[in-house]
């Protein structure tokens, strides 16, 4: 039986042999500074490299580790948030974890203390609890560059506090079809 986790991080990974392992080094030594429990999903979205070998290397050094496989590209996120465990869930890309993991600390104190539903730094994480999220993780299709840009907008329309590189956005009232989409799209960015 596995016992409660506090995290879970979403690793999507298509062909990242050259850094995944790196990555999950590095975001597995990052947590393990902030004294937290955490599991680590790596999520193989048709991988066509060795990146699903060098993660199975990596298991003996990162007991956190769990490697779970996607139904296809793009669908790790959906895949790991239904079978993560942690109550908050931080998702990043292998290129964003071999960067310093500046303010995730900070980001994860205020999602934990609900002063937002979700916090964003757009091309490095995104964290956000698991329960509020998972109706607007469902299906989702997140190709990397955009992929926080896209979470950001599904959470807005389920109605989550989005926190975003420093903005709080406002929560979204939601759009019958796409004129409306357009139109409250519009709005939202006019200048007041």
Known sequence: MRQAVDLSILLPFGDDEEIIGPAVRRCAHALRALDGSFELLGIDEDSGDNSHAVLALLRGDVPELRVIHAPGRHRGVDSGAARAQGRLLVILTPTAAMSPLDGLAEALARVDREACDAEIAVGRYTIVDRIKALPALRGARLPGESMHRRLAKRFQLQNLRVHMGG???????????????????AASVAPE
């Open 167 to 185: 903005v709080s956005l406002p929560v979204a009232d939601r759009p019958r079809g796409l004129r409306a989409f357009a139109r409250w799209r």
